[in-house]
């Protein structure tokens, strides 16, 4: 039976939220977000309880705490920011507090006789509380107690006992020093982890170092890539990601277009990782050396910008693991190496590792460090090849471990894959994750796409990142709607997500071009061959992306997804939704002709309360796209767009702050 | 980092439903019901995993167990149904099956070569299953496996090989004896706890036994009370609760309808419990003798019903408990006995027992003897008075204490309070709840309650206990709308609800008069008095409850609330539902004039297809309260009540089951 202590504990804590299953997982926060965390607290009978959210680093040993306030049915909220990047705890405590209890009761007494008792009690809990408190404060709640006592006994006034017993100030004071000793914790800890800003808002630009050479025809090499960092920066992107870079195997090559043989000029895909020349840790020669990898590292980052590397865990047939550690792979009863398969395909180029291996220290041991090597070079952003394919458990431990010596480090999970698979890796670590936006094209699905991101239980720790492509996937939509598909795909993307990313120069010059009908692969893609791309055509997007970065840093309501509502419109060729940010000074409403052929009109209806506009009030809508400011009144407005001309508008909602002389002035 | 072995754990186990604050707490069933659990099961990569349900009780070591199905989307699904009642636990585990993987790809393999490669692998793996198996399946497996391996060698026809690697009889049999060494255990076992089937059905009547007097004037004995009893049986009730039966105490005593002062005559309430004649374990000498209750508890018995004590852990000023044991209460700043009171209300007659006293060890084991006193007399009901105004933590331990030695006690909750607390009392052990059905009147507010109370997350611990008045609880329904309010709130808390009860015979002979006006008191009441009842009136609903309970008795349908679902009708004074058994034999509709002051009509919407019946067919109405049988046909048909006769349809819906010569057979 609980102790004479434990049955004292009588204040019930339940149902803490945010909380991952039953803790298993941390919740995310990026640096400076706050974590509004709500709980069930109560206690049997009439008593008052008070409640603290506290929270501290992982390897601090001291909470700190905020009081709780209640909300409706014995909900209390607080919340707390959390410090720099790293894994911290939280949790709430309750407890029964005797003298907030006597207070609300001495309230609602009415009987002088009990008035009198009751202030005896309170002045004996007034005591108690002075002798927990010290210095000045204990002087001032003894003085109060020693008052109330002789109040009490004295014969003199029921009002100026009431006043007395009820002095806020001095209560206030007393609330610093409860009697916590029989507090109820819930009784799990549960974890955040919290990342530097760049987990939650970054603009990705992908590109082949190979292609990047200004001489069609020759190899590109990182030099040439660094010389494209001016451009790319210009374009407002921050993260520049690079598929992988090491030497490409020999052994199986595939040739253009995916062909089974290469030709000798081949110059096969950078995912098959490793040849003689090297694996993982290696540059392929083609492209440089270290110390040009070095000094592109440097050049990104005096531009702002930084290089994501991608961590494919696979190898060539001639990758030197391969024969320097055969019990990494498995075997097929010929003794031939057991390459990739999901039958009937086979993917002979490439061998996956058995990371069920009895030698599986040694094999996990050394894949991380491979992520080490490149953390050494100055490399902070890691986009994970098809982490769905290898264990779960072998993620949690890596991204762990190397998460508590570089809090700073960014996993992009490359998982397209089912729901479950793709939120399991997001719970065990990964930072940001791709998503099924390519495919979500109509309003129906991009609403209900969306506003599961933005509100459903994901939102706690799967941050989305949205490509319109990849190298993998040119979607029928870019296939056959021509600019304005690339156009409104961009803004889409830009601005439903705070993450967001294309490959390019694919995307800016439209590459748009099937192998065959019916396949999501590019015709002559660069997975297989080196392209030359023509960069200053005159129709490039360029400009629109420099734009939509620019738009995208300097409204704060897109560089997050929790101010996400979508806004009706009476067209089912147009979608809108407004992002507003957490303080509401900032609301960026996007409107998107999701037609590309099609000039389409409609009436938006826009819920005026949300943005603290009164129903008769004036205010303005700046595009920021094209510059142009229109006067709205109401919240029913008229919207046409010319997907011709340009398929979106990306409207600054700004409220009327003052009028002068006839004259409008907005926010 | 993981072991190898435990690396080799890659199946994942999450979100296994049902699960009460991550386990805290027990999910309840009744003996007999199947308890059906879904979880998320799946690993990385293309792999065919498979999961189980398992479970035992809580004293047993082994696991039983049974195979999970997949349902979509990576949710796995399975039931099973435990023994006696007790304390049981349940999980799920998964893993990678080697086999079933190698079999599932197998089918999907095309080129020839990689047939023969493939079946030399399942050969290995049907020869390791094989070790695994025992005497006769270790030959088949063996053979098997022999088998294939020749014919992988053989150069024979590729239909003989795949025929045989895919054989379902041999499979099935492998199926048996996988290899889990690496499986994945959800790392909670679930509670569960098992009732006896009273816990989910019962029909409870509420009497005082002073009041059972044939001879108007004088005290009713246990022995009056006895020979009540065939009359309860009669009106199928099978719970027959008493309100405190103990010795009242006299000092503070209450007068009729509650005056502060009670005069020489006065019995005073029930619930004001102890005097010098005796406390908790006592019987009141007015009422009888120990034998008295023996014979009471034996004649229940033998009429199917059993007798409910009450159970209220308060004291009179005279309670021995008080001069026995005076550090089992406060005091006052005065030394006075600190009574009752949530200010500015006093209950000076009560003293609440302190239960964060030093000594709450010898008081807690003391209030648990109360309970095992009884239950050595032969009571297994238990209806617990104002619960929400003792320690959670009392509750938990004492109830968990009894039941492991008499699983078979059944507790109910009268706690009216907020529903966070209601419901900790549920998940901490109460076998039933009272609910808010006395406050719930209009169609919506019904319609809300019961759709929360069957289907939201309390489905799973909360059983309500619908009663449509009490002693303390004489609702403004009751009080204004005559015996027809009186048929129609008897009817909805015995459909809507499978436990329900009413406080007799206050409800048959329709008491309806309030002590004045706003208050849901009886205007003398019998807490305060002794009341002779005329229980042969001639308007006595006495043949109606009898009507409804074997109603209930005789159609499963209504022994459970988890069947619930509403039923659209076009007019708010008219509400309507339809109960299903588990096994869909048994279908109730219910339609209540919830006016009881005029006819109304109405269409009703069923939903046929829920109830397996053709849009066009022909289904009958069997209106169990009145005997018309009703032919109706197509979903919407006209429904007609006049509380002036019966505002009531209890229909049973039967199917048609056959035509024979023109002439229609129902089911």
Known sequence: MPTPDEARARAVVDRVEPAIDCGRFAVKRVQGEPLVVVADCFTDGHDTIRAMLRWRAEDEPEWREVEMQPLVNDR????FIAGEPGRYRYGVVAWVDPLATWRTEFARREDPADLRIAARV??????????????????ILAEWSRALEAAAGDGGGLDRLRSLALDDIRYGLALRFPD????TAWPIELPLKVDRPRAGFSSWYELFPRSTSPQRGRHGTLA??????DDIAAMGFDVVYLPPIHPIGREKRKGRNNALAAGAQDVGSPWAIGSSEGGHKSIHPQLGTLDDFRALVAKAKSLGMEIALDIAFQCAPDHPYVEAHPQWFRRRPDGTVQYAENPPKKYQDIY??????????ALWQELRSVFEFWIVEGVRVFRVDNPHTKPFAFWEWVIDEIGREHPDVVFLAEAFTRPKPMHRL??????????????RNTKEELTEYFTELAHGPGREYFRPNAWPNTPDILTEALQYGGRAAFVSRLVLAATLSANYGIYGPAYELMEHVAREPGSEEYLDSEKYEIRHWDLDRPDSLRPLLALVNRIRRENPA????????FVSVDNPQLIAYAKRSADATNTIVTVVDLDPHHVQSGWIDLDLARFGIAPDDTFQMHDLLSGARYL????????LLDPARMPAHVFRLRRRIRREQDFDYFD
Chains 1, 2 share one sequence.
Do not use: M
């Open 76 to 79: 209390w909220q607080a919340l």
């Open 122 to 139: 309170g002045a004996a809990l007034i005591a108690e509380t002075s002798r927990r408190a010290g210095g000045g404060e204990r002087t």
């Open 180 to 183: 916590r000793r029989f507090q």
């Open 224 to 229: 040439d890539c660094a010389a494209r960092l």
């Open 352 to 361: 996956p590792f058995d990371f069920e291996t009895d030698d599986s220290a």
């Open 426 to 439: 997001a719970k065990l670590g990964f930072t940001q994750s791709y998503t099924y936006f390519a495919w």
């Open 558 to 565: 897109l560089q997050s997804n929790a101010g996400l509502s």
């Open 632 to 639: 709205w009144h109401g919240a029913r407005n008229f919207v």
